[in-house]
């Protein structure tokens, strides 16, 4: 699944800040959408959503945790890519002035002013998207943004007094803080040198304000080298050539040579250095 980095660097392609590409849809009006498979709408009817959305422009692009935030004229796109899905934004023609087909797994495809094309590609069917007059219906619920200056190191110790859990599983549960996933929790825990089953209420401030740099220094660099592509989905960044731990059981620790352990937390695939990591 696209975690923080991997979604942030989707909403720099599409605001055109991002060296790969020089298209934004900033400004740009919606002229028209296409529905193609009805259960990626998660609150409308296909009709429904194309009469609303139409003629509709787009004021920012932005992120939430791992929802993609496209603030419109009226109402609020949000979407989800959820464990296959990804976003691609083209011209609609060729050079010759050609319509370019769409791909197998298109779901839904917006269609904008200057010949400009936005498709959510969604191989799994997982995706959703959500048209809102308020978006927090969505969004209310979740947690504190993790490289939000205002989550400082005496509220996350906080935060993580009130738990009694595992850290990975409490790491990864979007209510408690927005956009982490099972790569990022991983090198984070792995970089403050805690265990994934460590009781969150059991860590001192140190390691609580360490644990908090390390979650931040993660994911800026997963930001750095957008993002990591491990599959056939998302694809673009090089952090995977970076990880410390992630798959690579049976690989020595880079710090002291031990070898990567591959367990279970939480139902997700785990990886440590038991010596690093120890309990």
């Not at 694809?235 to 031990?258: E, I």
Request: glycine share 8%.
């Amino acid at each position: 699944m696209p975690e923080l980095p991997e979604v942030e660097t989707i909403v720099r392609k599409l605001t055109g800040i991002h060296q790969s590409t020089s298209l934004s849809i900033i400004g740009c009006e919606i002229q028209d959408a296409l529905v193609l498979w009805e259960g990626t709408l998660a609150n409308q009817l296909p009709e429904d959503f194309i009469a609303r959305v139409k003629h509709q422009s787009v004021r920012l692009v932005s992120r939430r945790g791992k929802f993609l935030v496209f603030t419109l004229s009226k109402d609020t796109l949000l979407i989800h890519l959820r464990m296959s899905g990804d976003l691609r934004l083209e011209s609609a023609v060729d050079q010759a002035g050609k319509e370019i087909p769409l791909q197998k797994h298109d779901r839904l495809v917006l269609i904008f002013t200057g010949g400009i094309r936005f498709a959510f590609n969604n191989p799994r069917k997982f995706g959703r998207t959500w048209l809102l007059s308020n978006p927090d219906e969505i969004l209310g619920d979740l947690g504190p943004e993790p490289l939000d200056e205002a989550l400082n190191a005496d509220r996350f110790y906080g935060l993580l007094q009130q738990h009694k859990r595992q850290l990975k599983p409490l790491i990864m549960d979007q209510h408690f803080i927005a956009g982490m996933g099972n790569i990022y929790t991983d090198e984070a825990l792995y970089q403050a040198q805690l265990h994934p089953l460590k009781r969150s209420n059991t860590l001192t401030k140190e390691q609580s304000a360490c644990l908090l740099d390390s979650l931040r220094s993660v994911l800026k660099e997963g930001i750095c080298r957008n993002g990591a592509s491990i599959d056939w989905v998302y694809r673009g960044g090089d952090f995977q050539n970076h990880f410390n731990v992630y798959g690579r059981a049976g690989d020595p620790c880079p710090t002291c040579g031990t070898l990567i352990e591959r367990l279970v937390v939480g139902q997700r695939g785990t990886h440590i250095c038991p010596h690093c990591q120890c309990m």
